[in-house]
């Protein structure tokens, strides 16, 4: 607020001279009564002896008074505002001006009184609190807040300038719109998926707890989430929980690949059968016509009655040389045999 200094020194001027003027008035009364004819009188007694003292002038109290007086004025007049704070000036509890400069500043003495209020940025640890899911499972949600004044005014009309008390509905709406957003997740969406999910639902709290902090003067800068975890009590029948689901999700999962793998092995035997019959089929099928084609050899070579004798003769060859295998040097054969008549010579 502004001041009118030259007014109040000129209103300590004006007292200056006024004691002056005093001062000279009583000195001029000293002097005439001086000057006046001394009366007969009787002798005078001896005077007493007395002690000196220093006669003080009106101006010699007056001046010391009003330089106090001005002191105490601009002590009360003066404020300075930081670097990192606003500077609220009210009169009579009503707020008259918002400083947000920083330095010297001047304000109406007596009649106006000045708060300050930061104006960084700050952060508010919020206590961890229990939000209910879509399954109706009970986390617990550890977050906090980033948060900066935006408008003083307004900040100072709502909450009257208390920072405990604006962490404190600050931590309401959180609760709030932290308990909406996790009331729409199932437990294990929450816990299983990866991170970027988690920051997403931190996301939208933040607007919604922004829009709700309008009315107070306030900027949510960040609200983040430091850990999403089972209440204490439960936890271990949770964690057992857990574990039993993924053995049976695990059993289901191996059950479905030995199926599946049954089924693949089941296939491959079907077509290496298939394969194997057509080759034998095949395989037959040419001894088959390997058979007939040595049979239609045979016969054309031994058609003749001389050649079937030659043929008979090779074959008892073959069963001779087949009979006397292993060291067998005995043979015993029919002496009317077409060998035996040529081994003994008598052919």
């Not at 009188?41 to 330089?67: D, M, N, R």
């Amino acid at each position: 607020m502004a001041f009118d200094w030259n007014d109040l020194f000129g209103q300590i001027e004006k007292a200056r001279e006024a004691a002056q003027h005093a001062d000279a008035i009583h000195a001029e009364s000293t002097v005439v009564d001086d000057e006046q004819p001394a009366q007969q009188t009787p002798p005078p007694e001896p005077p007493k002896e007395k002690k000196p003292h220093k006669k003080i002038s009106k101006a010699g109290i007056i001046l010391p008074v009003l330089a106090v007086a001005a002191l105490v004025v601009l002590g009360s007049s003066l404020y300075t505002i930081e670097e990192n704070e606003f500077g609220c000036v009210t009169r009579f509890s009503e707020i008259i001006d918002i400083v947000e400069q920083p330095g010297l500043h001047f304000k109406t003495p007596f009649l106006d009184e000045v708060r300050t209020i930061p104006s960084y940025q700050m952060l508010y640890d919020i206590p961890p609190s229990e939000v209910i899911t879509a399954d109706k499972k009970t986390l617990v949600i550890d977050n906090f807040a980033v948060w900066q004044i935006a408008d003083p005014a307004k900040y100072m009309r709502t909450v009257n300038g208390s920072q405990t008390q604006m962490e404190s509905r600050i931590s309401a709406s959180v609760y709030s719109a932290t308990k909406n957003e996790f009331g729409r997740l199932m437990r294990d969406e929450i816990i299983n998926t990866d991170s970027s999910s988690v920051e997403q639902v931190a996301i939208r709290v933040t607007d919604t707890v922004n829009k709700m902090m309008q009315d107070y003067g306030i900027t949510i800068r960040a609200i983040e989430i430091k850990r999403t975890d089972l209440p204490t009590e439960n936890a271990e029948s949770v964690y057992s929980r857990m574990i039993s689901d993924r053995e049976k999700i695990a059993a289901s999962y191996l059950a479905d690949g030995n199926l599946e793998a049954a089924k693949i092995r089941n296939n491959a035997d079907k077509e290496a059968a298939t394969i194997r019959a057509e080759a034998k089929a095949q395989a037959d099928v040419l001894n088959g016509e390997a058979e007939a084609e040595y049979m239609r050899i045979l016969a054309n070579a031994y058609s003749g009655a001389d050649k079937a004798e030659f043929y008979v003769f090779l074959r008892e060859i073959d069963a001779m040389k087949a009979s006397m295998q292993d060291g067998n040097r005995t043979l015993i054969l029919d002496e009317t045999s077409e060998i035996a008549r040529i081994l003994l010579g008598t052919n």
